[in-house]
């Protein structure tokens, strides 16, 4: 089995990561730091607004199951990309939308979509789309942090409908 790597910043990454989780063909999900200047930070150190990070979410995905298109079309689907610097209650510029290009193949696809998707806004789309570079994990306690404390997900939805448009329902998790 191929597997490829993408990365999104759509807000808060708990509501990203649980999104992703419920993607069939999105074989892994770890919630982390992209785009900033600091090696290795902290949360606290994300949140003060000076590393540059965006808090993102780190998908290994099955491109047989799910294709990055698929990925994207969620991407778009689950939270508001033309706020700036924010989703919902939280603000800051490690809440902003942020699609990190792993190959020049994903950057076109990315720049592609967030056209398309633009017919479907009324403010244009803030989302920034640009080059990885590093990904670091975040903290265990934010992995997964739904499913571990029970806490319903606020910011991020799956819209109903969704996963059966794309052509992913019946596919394996």
């Known amino acids: 089995m191929s597997t490829e790597t993408a990365t999104f910043g759509a807000g808060c990454f708990w509501g990203v990561e649980w999104v992703y989780n419920r993607v069939p063909g999105v074989l892994q999900v770890v919630s982390g730091y992209s785009g900033g200047t600091v090696e290795d930070p902290t949360y606290r150190q994300v949140c003060t607004g000076r590393t540059g990070h965006a808090e993102v979410v780190q ?6 199951l799910v294709t990055y298109d698929q990925l994207l079309e969620v991407f778009w689907a689950m939270h508001d990309p033309t706020q700036v610097d924010r989703q919902g209650p939280d603000v800051g510029t490690q809440y902003r939308s942020v699609i990190f290009a792993h190959s020049p193949e994903q950057r076109a696809a990315a720049e592609r979509s967030k056209s ?13 789309i640009t080059n990885f570079v590093a990904f670091f994990p975040a903290e265990d306690y934010h992995q997964h942090y739904y499913e ?24 394996p998790r």
């Open 148 to 171: 571990r404390t029970g806490h319903e997900p606020y910011c991020h939805v799956l819209p109903a409908g969704l996963l059966e448009q794309l052509g992913l329902v019946g596919q």
């Open 116 to 128: 398309e998707a633009q017919m479907r806004f009324d403010r244009p789309i803030a989302t920034e």
């Open 59 to 64: 998908l290994v995905f099955d491109p047989d």
